[in-house]
């Protein structure tokens, strides 16, 4: 009995405190002007069941091969959140830039993405675990 007391209790803890390696990157990352890379905010939807959620997305430098990593985090539901990271080949050209990614998410399968993003403006389709949707974001106002 007193483990199913504690379960919630230690669901809670580790759930709070997934973001706080991204929030401390999140504080410290600029937004460049002119680049991609730093902070976007804003949110997620399922087009498979209608869900939805905020998304923070962190942009790092661009790394040989034409390649940038990723690191989104996002919220579900009332209590849930979480975060990864995933290394996306991108294409930039004209003040945009096209991205692809592909990420294995171990048990829940394969994440894949696909959009564009411009200095102000990052849109996206996905597809991950039996849902596809889409992300929209902009540059955080600071």
């Known amino acids: 009995m007193f483990r199913f007391r504690l379960l919630p209790f230690l669901a809670l803890v580790l759930l709070s405190s ?7 990157q999140w504080e410290q990352a600029q937004v460049p002007t002119k680049s991609i890379e730093g902070r976007w905010e804003g949110s997620w939807t399922s087009s498979f069941n209608g869900h939805s959620g905020k998304l923070l997305c962190l942009v790092g430098p661009e790394k040989p091969g ?3 990593e990723f690191r989104y985090f996002a919220t579900w539901g009332k209590i849930f959140r ?3 990271n995933a290394v996306h080949d991108v294409t930039e050209k004209g003040g945009v830039t096209t991205f692809k990614a592909r990420h294995d998410i171990g048990k829940r399968g394969t994440f894949n993405a696909e959009g564009t993003i411009t200095p102000t403006e990052f849109r996206a389709t996905y597809k991950a675990a039996g849902d596809h949707g889409v992300f929209v974001l902009k540059r955080p106002a600071d």
Do not use: L
Not at 18 to 24: E, N, S, V
């Open 18 to 24: 997934c973001g706080t390696g991204f929030q401390r």
């Open 82 to 84: 979480g975060s990864f």
């Open 66 to 68: 034409h390649t940038r």
